[in-house]
């Protein structure tokens, strides 16, 4: 007879929680401090259940999330803080799993915790980890992993057919509903399904994709960026698979009612009139008629009703269109209001003419928060696409010049960059930086100096991502 | 792949046919499906046993695994292949480690009938948001593009717009004059703000029915022409079948009442009032009421109460449709919801629920009946006596009950015809019913009948039902009669008489006045032991006060 069944997902989350809270206690506390050694027992009666199911139990950070026994761990709302703070802890010492093995002991952790705090700032953190832990077997350290090059391109190629499979897919439904087709949302929801995935694991690129914005067919990208970047904050809120694609799908389709705005208006190169602007601001109700109208009601397309209602009505109701009754608006609206606003801003086509950096846009909506956005989401969504998101065209101290290719959460100033011009002024083919990287007396080797507008010199990641 | 291996592998990919079978016509309790599972966990943990993973290919009709084919089906119903190969999964794989809820949660997902069921969900979904932990799959996305080139003319497209080399270096240059980052001012998220959002991600679930009535009702105001009224009508109607079908009665009932209250009060413009009232009068049709009908059917848990609110949204105008489904529920519970709901309704429009007593199916017709009994308005005894001379004995009793509690002179003529029916039990029914109408006339009949000489030949218990029914009038004169009825003394059919002597005993008692007791003691040492018995009874019945509703 073997071990009880145990849930692994389940359980793996409780798991990772308690050993951050250790962690997290014994950033101030001595290893044998009561709290911490609360915190171990806890830690220990969750864990060696699991190891005796398991075999083992090993916990590997990819990206910005956890797996356990290869097995991605959701973030949860409530433990969002902790896993956070453990990921952060993980970067910050190189560190890129930990196994438990046989049946771990409080003495073991406290060696753990020991080492762990002993590693901090040291030239090679995890090295030094695994030194100080060697004489015990039950817990074994290892470094982060990086991506192959090779693997690295493959990924990109999946990620780019993912994000223009999406964009033709959102123009091929706009047609057919134009034609009054009635559509099935079976695709939609594989499309979304498909996003969903890639944003678990390559959150980072799949987020740059949506950064390119130079396309013509700026409507069909831009539902598509919404979707994205809405899932992408729904993950990080630790909504369940089910949600994320609900997300996805409202995001796909929340501007369905700018169908029914004349292309001339819609695609006019000069500012609007104010009967323009009234047309205009119909389409949250266009769009609520259309989607009610998809294909009869279901829970689907009634979350896209209400969001394609609400996308342009605030955070505090002063939006449009007006209410007579004022109800507060709907979660996932609110995700698609930050989610919309921010690529509209940094978009060239839209309402506003001037596209804003991305560095702007994020100030902006900081600025409008609690009015227009919601202020917990964008402080999410900021901690999400970094205080100079993707795409951003960055001039560094070192006179280098660059586009930024990947956020670090650790650092949310601090992204990698890839440099275009160096510091001689040469352009070149492009090379990655991270930001955060020290010189041997700690100081960052390179920082952010300004940024520039993207746009007005049509320099995007395109040439690097597509 | 050996022999052996190959006939086990052929043998689970059997087995799953089979448990998707299985699995679609008995609930999950079923030894038949317990067992299906079990056969199928065991005959894949064999394999697993002796091999890290369990990888099929699937094709369109037929099924690889190590190279070799292990089903194939040229046909297109029933295919294993096909079922999975049309919605582009292309390898199935399962890993060492599964345990028997992750295959059984499989076979389920397989086993879902997704043709009759119009849902968005296609397998590739269900294992998606299922998420095996030891269960892969790999699909095929290439039929998801409706345009394949799209990526290569957008890459081009965007290409072709890049900026040359004299751009980046002019944004190089230019960038030497522009002003230095000001810092954005990120607040770190707080306990609270995690609070918040674990609240708004819980309390989103259950919003979206409100929030879309909520919308709609909105939306009337900004709809500028009379066929987007019309259409909102539309959607209204689809919100509240939507409602219904997701078992949120009070949502409907909040969704009516809001309408109601919109079209009353100040402000609403004449133009959108003729689109709310179709709206309002929209849980009157015949669609709703069949909705209600299923919900009701399903046995969902939803409180009476809230049905009741909705009936009592409901006009007059749904009488039709509430007795059109009244036949064609199920369940005891539903009938009984929905008669409740026409005895709320009927009170309005006795002429609407009469239409009910012409119904082919005798049930109905008896709760029809049954619904005029509980509306208690005398005006329905002319639609009821029209129907005495129904076929089935059951609407007969009905009406015979009904007539009695409806009472009144006009009754009587039509209840004395049953007094002497050639059927026991209406004959009794009738002689309460008269009771129950309290009409002199009636007492007159039952007394003529109780004296008459071919009473004496009916069974004991009719007698009994016949004397307590005449026993609702108290007076002494029929105190008297009783008291000469227990006298009677008879040389032939002594048994006979001997029944009805117990009977006025058994009335006596139910009488339960001074006088009655007084008879009753002269008779409590009589020889014969079943009138003894019935006046000793009586006796104590009358000593401890003993109602007489409670024979």
């Keep these: 007879m073997g071990s009880p069944q145990i849930d692994l997902r389940a359980e793996a989350k409780h798991v990772i929680n308690q050993f951050a809270i250790i962690l997290r206690s014994a950033q101030f506390h001595s290893p044998d401090n009561v709290a911490v050694l609360s915190a171990?027992?806890?830690?220990?009666?969750?864990?060696?259940?699991?190891?005796?199911?398991?075999?083992?139990?090993?916990l590997e950070l990819v990206g910005e999330y956890f797996h356990v026994n290869d097995v991605r761990v959701r973030y949860s709302v409530e433990y969002m803080l902790n896993f956070d703070f453990l990921a952060k802890a993980f970067k910050e010492r190189e560190l890129g799993s930990v196994e438990?093995?046989?049946?771990?002991?409080?003495?073991?952790?406290?060696?753990?915790?020991?080492?762990?705090?002993?590693?901090?700032?040291?030239?090679?953190?995890?090295?030094?980890?695994?030194?100080?832990?060697?004489?015990?077997?039950?817990?074994?350290?290892?470094?982060?992993?990086?991506?192959?090059?090779?693997?690295?391109?493959?990924?990109?190629?999946?990620?780019?057919?993912?994000?223009?499979?999406?964009?033709s897919f959102s123009k091929g439904v706009i047609n057919k509903i134009k034609s009054g087709e009635k559509i099935s949302l079976k695709k939609a929801k594989r499309v979304v399904e498909s996003m969903v995935d890639l944003l678990l694991e390559e959150e980072s690129l799949l987020l740059g994709m949506t950064a390119i914005k130079d396309y013509d067919e700026y409507t069909y990208h831009h539902s598509v960026n919404v979707s994205v970047l809405s899932v992408a904050l729904g993950q990080r809120l630790g909504m369940s698979r089910k949600?994320?694609?609900?997300?996805?799908?409202?995001?796909?389709?929340?501007?369905?009612?700018?169908m029914d705005i004349p292309p001339e208006i819609l695609n006019k190169p000069t500012s609007f009139t104010d009967e323009e602007w009234k047309i205009v601001r119909r389409h949250p109700y266009w769009g609520a008629r259309a989607a009610l109208k998809l294909k009869g009601f279901d829970p689907s397309t009634v979350k896209t009703a209400i969001v394609a209602f609400e996308h342009h009505m605030n955070y505090d109701l002063s939006g449009y269109p007006p209410l007579r009754e004022r109800i507060g608006l709907d979660f996932i609206s609110r995700i698609v209001t930050v989610a919309d606003q921010y690529d509209a801003m940094t978009s060239s086509r839209v309402y506003n003419r001037t596209p804003l950096k991305p560095d702007k846009a994020l100030s902006v909506m900081v600025d409008r928060a609690g009015r227009m956005v919601d202020p917990v989401l964008v402080k999410v969504f900021i901690n999400m696409v970094g205080v100079f998101p993707i795409g951003t065209l960055v001039f560094?101290?070192?006179?280098?010049?660059?586009?930024?290719?990947?956020?670090?959460?650790?650092?949310n100033d601090r992204p990698r960059v890839l440099v275009i011009v160096d510091s001689m002024g040469r352009k070149g083919d492009g090379f990655v930086v991270d930001l955060s990287e020290?010189?041997?007396?700690?100081?960052?080797?390179?920082?952010?100096?300004?940024?520039?507008?993207?746009?007005?010199?049509?320099?995007?990641?395109?040439?690097?991502?597509l | 792949m050996g022999p052996d291996t190959n006939h086990l592998t052929k043998d689970i990919v059997q087995n799953l046919i089979k448990a998707k079978k299985t699995l679609r016509m008995y609930p999950e309790n079923n030894p038949i499906y317990i067992k299906t599972v079990d056969a199928a966990f065991a005959i894949v943990q064999e394999y697993l046993d002796f091999h890290d993973e369990l990888a099929l290919k699937i094709r369109q009709f037929e099924v690889i695994c190590d190279g070799e084919q292990v089903y194939h089906n040229p046909g297109k119903d029933d295919n294993f292949a096909l079922f999975f190969f049309k919605d582009g999964v292309r390898d199935l794989t399962f890993r060492k480690g599964l345990v028997r809820e992750e295959l059984e949660d499989f076979l389920k997902i397989i086993a879902f009938d997704f043709d009759s069921v119009t849902d968005d969900d296609d397998v590739v979904t269900m294992m998606w948001e299922r998420d095996f932990q030891h269960i892969g799959y790999i699909v095929d996305e290439t039929y998801l593009m409706d345009d394949q080139d799209y990526e290569g003319s957008a890459v081009k497209e965007i290409r072709e717009k890049s900026a040359g080399d004299d751009e980046v270096l002019r944004a190089y240059r230019e960038a030497f004059d522009v002003e230095g980052v000001g810092s954005i001012p990120v607040i770190p998220l707080t306990d609270h703000d995690v609070e918040t959002l674990k609240r708004d991600l819980d309390a989103d679930?259950?919003?979206?029915?409100?929030?879309?009535?909520?919308?709609?009702?909105?939306?009337?105001?900004?709809?500028d022409t009379g066929d987007e009224l019309q259409e909102l009508v539309s959607l209204c109607k689809g919100a509240i079948d939507f409602s219904l079908q997701y078992v949120d009665v009070e949502g409907v009932c909040a969704f009516v009442r809001k309408a109601d209250a919109l079209l009353v009060g100040e402000g609403c413009p004449e133009t959108i009032k003729p689109s709310l009232r179709a709206v309002v009068k929209y849980i009157n049709s015949d669609r709703v009421i069949k909705l209600v009908g299923d919900l009701l059917d399903s046995g969902a848990e939803v409180e009476?109460?809230?049905?009741?609110?909705?009936?009592?949204?409901?006009?007059?105008?749904?009488?039709?449709?509430?007795?059109?489904?009244?036949?064609?529920?199920?369940?005891?519970?539903?009938?009984?919801?929905?008669?409740?709901?026409?005895?709320?309704?009927?009170?309005?429009?006795l002429a609407a629920i009469s239409k009910g007593l012409g119904d082919s199916r005798w049930y109905v017709v008896r709760n029809i009946i049954y619904v005029f009994r509980h509306i208690g308005d005398r005006r329905a005894v002319e639609y009821l006596v029209k129907k005495l001379r129904h076929d089935d004995i059951r609407v007969k009793k009905e009406i015979i009950k009904a007539l009695g509690e409806l009472g009144g002179g006009e009754v009587v003529q039509h209840l004395r015809g049953f007094i002497d029916s050639s059927d026991s039990g209406l004959r009794a029914l009738a002689a309460k019913a008269l009771a129950q109408s309290k009409s002199p006339a009636a007492r007159k009949i039952l007394v003529e009948k109780i004296s008459s000489a071919d009473f004496r030949n009916r069974d004991f218990a009719e007698k009994k039902e016949f004397f307590e029914a005449l026993s609702h009038w108290r007076d002494p004169e029929l105190v008297g009669l009783l008291d000469r009825i227990l006298r009677r003394s008879s040389l032939f059919r002594r048994a006979r008489v001997t029944e009805s002597r117990a009977c006025a005993a058994y009335a006596l008692g139910m009488i339960g006045s001074k006088e009655a007791l007084e008879v009753l003691r002269k008779f409590r040492n009589v020889n014969n032991a079943l009138i003894r018995e019935y006046v000793?009874?009586?006796?104590?019945?009358?000593?401890?006060?003993?109602?007489?509703?409670?024979?």
């Design chain 1, 40 to 58: 171990i027992d806890k830690f220990v009666s969750l864990a060696n259940p699991l190891i005796a199911a398991e075999g083992l139990i090993a």
């Design chain 1, 100 to 167: 438990f093995r046989n049946v771990v002991s409080p003495v073991d952790l406290q060696k753990f915790i020991r080492a762990f705090i002993g590693a901090q700032g040291a030239e090679d953190p995890c090295g030094t980890m695994a030194e100080m832990l060697a004489d015990t077997d039950n817990i074994v350290v290892g470094h982060l992993r990086s991506v192959g090059e090779e693997e690295s391109a493959d990924i990109r190629k999946i990620v780019k057919r993912t994000y223009f499979n999406a964009v």
């Design chain 1, 243 to 258: 949600g994320l694609t609900e997300t996805g799908l409202v995001g796909l389709f929340h501007d369905l009612g700018k």
């Design chain 1, 396 to 411: 560094l101290n070192t006179r280098e010049m660059g586009l930024v290719y990947e956020t670090n959460p650790l650092y």
């Design chain 1, 438 to 465: 020290k010189d041997s007396k700690g100081r960052f080797t390179r920082t952010i100096h300004k940024t520039l507008d993207p746009n007005k010199y049509r320099i995007n990641l395109s040439e690097y991502l």
């Design chain 2, 205 to 223: 679930v259950s919003e979206s029915g409100r929030k879309l009535r909520h919308m709609l009702l909105e939306m009337f105001y900004m709809a």
């Design chain 2, 304 to 349: 009476a109460e809230k049905f009741d609110q909705l009936f009592s949204l409901m006009d007059t105008g749904a009488i039709p449709s509430l007795i059109k489904i009244l036949g064609e529920l199920s369940s005891i519970h539903a009938r009984k919801a929905i008669i409740n709901s026409l005895i709320i309704l009927g009170k309005r429009d």
């Design chain 2, 536 to 551: 000793n009874i009586a006796i104590m019945r009358i000593d401890r006060g003993i109602p007489a509703d409670r024979s």
